[in-house]
């Protein structure tokens, strides 16, 4: 069974960093492409970065880009988000998607 399981959440101050990872099993990981995706309190669901199977194209929402970097390691099947110069705004559960298979999400709060 396709199991995805998100870590790595929790506070952190302006400007700080903070690495995502989501595990991966149930599946043969290296073969297909994964996502990060975010909601925050009173918003949709919105892609934050993309990664194809080999890990050589990722996309960004242009509201990360510079300050996320997408990644993965086939050989733990773990994908994982570099979040740095975090923002207030960043606030959300960030969940890895996998075909229509999500994690449980994982809480990331950007405060003072």
């Known amino acids: 069974q396709v199991q995805l399981v998100e870590s790595g959440g929790g506070l952190v101050q302006p400007g700080g960093s903070l690495r995502l990872s989501c595990a991966a099993s149930?599946?043969?990981?290296?073969?297909?492409?994964m996502s990060w995706y975010r909601q925050a309190p009173g918003k949709e669901r919105e892609l934050v970065a993309h990664?194809?199977?080999?890990?050589?194209?990722?996309n960004y929402a242009d509201s990360v880009k510079g300050r996320f970097t997408i990644s993965r390691d086939n050989a733990k099947n773990t994908v994982y988000l570099q979040m740095n110069s975090l923002k207030p705004e960043d606030t959300a559960v960030y969940y890895c998607?996998?075909?229509?298979?999500w994690g449980q999400g994982t809480q990331v709060t950007v405060s003072s």
């Open positions: 998607r996998y075909a229509n298979f």
């Open positions: 149930g599946f043969r990981f290296s073969w297909f492409a």
């Open positions: 990664i194809s199977d080999a890990g050589l194209q990722t």
